[in-house]
Every structure is written in C-alpha cells, then in structure tokens.
C-alpha cells in the first residue's frame, strides 16, 4: 500500500510539479483499490470510538426503559435496504455495534451497489443491546450511504462527459458528522476536498477584503503555507485569477462561474500560467455539471454532495426464527 500511495504521489507530482496534497492521494487510492476497498484504514480507531460514544450519549443519556420490555437475552436481527443506491458506512455501523457487545456480519461489501429489497448484513448480540444501537447504527449508515450514492452519481455524470479530472466535495459538512460524510464521498469514489482548515489555505472573498486586495492576501497566504500546504484563492473574473497566479497560488477557484463564462476564463488562466489548477464552484448540480466539464478544469467542487444528498432507507428487523421476515417498501 505504501509504494501504490508513493506512486500515486509520484503520478501527481509530475502532472502538476510541485507536492501532492492529501485529496489528491485519497482520490487515487479510491480509484485503484475500488469503490470503499481498504478505505476503513483511513479512519482513527480513536477518534471513531470518541464520535460513537457522543452520537449513543446523545440518543441515550440516561435511563433506557424500553430495555426492560426487550430483555438481555441473545436476538438477532436483520439489516435490508429498501432504496437502491451505493452502501458506504460499514465502519461506523460496526463501531456502534462493537461498543454494545454486539456482531455484524456483513454480505456486501462496502461501496456495493443496492438493490431493493437487499439482505445486507446481520447482527447479534444481547436484545436489548440490538436496539439501543438500532437508530443511531442506521441513521448513520443511511446518511453515509446516501453521500456516496450522490458523489457516485456525479462521478458517472463527468465521466459520461468525458471528462476526466477531480469531483469533490467542500467543508459544507454537519457539524460532528464531518468524518462520516467526508468517508461517504470517498467511497462513492469523489474527492473529498481540504477534511478542514489545516488542509489547505483557501483565500476567499473575505480573505481578501480583509487582506486589502489579492496580491496581499495571496502573498500572507504562501507565507503561512510554507512548503506543506498549498494555497487556492477565490476568483470572481479572470483579472483576480491572473493576479492570484502571479501572486503564487497553485490553485485557483472559479467561483459561480456560468459555463459560458468559466471555460474561456479557465483556458486563458492556462495559457498564461499553465501549472495553475483550475477548480469551478458554485450552483453545480447532478443536472449540470456535464456543462462545467472542460479540458482546461481540473475540479468541479459540489457543495450539494453533503448537503442535498437524500438518505438511503434501511431497516434493522429482529427475528426470533431462522427465516428473517423480508420488509415492506414504502413508495412515496
């Protein structure tokens, strides 16, 4: 694994000359090991056992009487999805699991593509344990799910446009729900764009304002960047982009660009300064986005990815027989 990630970090240095950053690295792992494989390494077993015991905190932070009704007996239970789409969110489901002394044995893989009504996985353990997990294990699993079905979507729409550079998410994340949400994006085989603030230094229009123009900006920007991090900068026309070029950024952002506007202002920043990345932003949508695809755009950042993406349906139903009862599809 440490020699694909240096290949993929060689391949990136040659395309653009200068340092590999961490989406890069994330987007070509995700593209050669496949949809959701080995990607569960990414997440800190520290930090996952920290967001489980918040979200069961939260749900449960003190007396659970619907235990008493359940019991503490052996069960077992049945996950089925009832809406297709593509399953991301297998570690998280079995952090929640693990932690109430319970098994999941899973029959798909994670980054599967689902079919209504799918037998997914099983879990096992004490009653009353099953359900205490129950709401949180599923909403979690349908919220992930549901992000990786939408960057998977977006992905086969630039891709049947021929075009081949980077679909990413944006930090419009859920507040404590960011880890989740960036991992769903990567499993439906998106970028998932800077994780946070320390993952690149984006200049934006306040930046700049603050800063007293771009050139300023741009220039306290590659100071506090160093060697370590790239710097993008926010641009609303083509002389803000020239400026933010010349002023030392690596990338720049196209930001509400129509496509009318964005392809000949993107082929004009290349032609003068063609290391530059150019990623466009702004009212991209599933719809759309074949229209922002263009030779000289080298991501399309999607804000709707982690915003709008609806949830996929799953239900976890106990069984007390060997033959698990199949659920219902409720069509809206």
Request: net charge positive.
């Amino acid at each position: 694994r440490l020699q694909w990630l240096r290949a993929d970090r060689l391949t990136c240095e040659k395309r653009q000359g200068k340092h590999v950053s961490v989406t890069a690295l994330l987007c070509g792992l995700s593209r050669r090991w496949g949809k959701g494989s080995g990607l569960a390494l990414l997440l800190p077993p520290v930090t996952l056992a920290a967001l489980v015991d918040s979200w069961l905190r939260e749900d449960c932070p003190g007396l659970n009487y619907a235990a008493l009704v359940s019991g503490a007996g052996p069960s077992q239970a049945v996950l089925w999805a009832k809406s297709p789409g593509v399953l991301a969110g297998q570690p998280f489901f079995d952090a929640i699991f693990t932690q109430l002394n319970c098994q999941v044995s899973w029959f798909l893989p994670e980054g599967s593509k689902l079919v209504p009504v799918a037998r997914v996985a099983e879990v096992r353990g004490p009653a009353h344990c099953l359900l205490l997990g129950e709401r949180v294990a599923l909403n979690t699993l349908a919220r992930c799910s549901g992000i990786a079905s939408a960057a998977a979507a977006a992905v086969e729409a630039a891709r049947g446009a021929g075009w081949t550079g980077h679909v990413a998410g944006t930090r419009k994340t859920t507040p404590g729900f960011r880890l989740v949400e960036k991992y769903g994006l990567l499993v439906g085989g998106a970028a998932s764009h800077r994780y946070d603030l320390g993952g690149l230094v984006m200049v934006k229009d306040n930046h700049v304002v603050a800063a007293g123009g771009v050139e300023k900006a741009v220039r306290a920007a590659r100071q506090a960047a160093d060697f370590a991090l790239k710097v993008e900068v926010e641009c609303s026309s083509l002389q803000e982009a020239v400026q933010a070029a010349e002023a030392g950024a690596d990338l720049v952002l196209l930001d509400n660009f129509k496509p009318k506007e964005l392809h000949p202002t993107a082929a004009a920043l290349k032609a003068q300064f063609p290391s530059v990345a150019v990623e466009a932003s702004g009212g991209i949508t599933l719809d759309n986005l074949p229209q922002f695809c263009g030779p000289h755009i080298d991501v399309i950042s999607m804000g709707m990815l982690t915003q709008a993406a609806p949830a996929l349906d799953f239900s976890l139903k106990l069984f007390a027989k060997e033959a698990a009862p199949v659920p219902k599809i409720h069509w809206s």
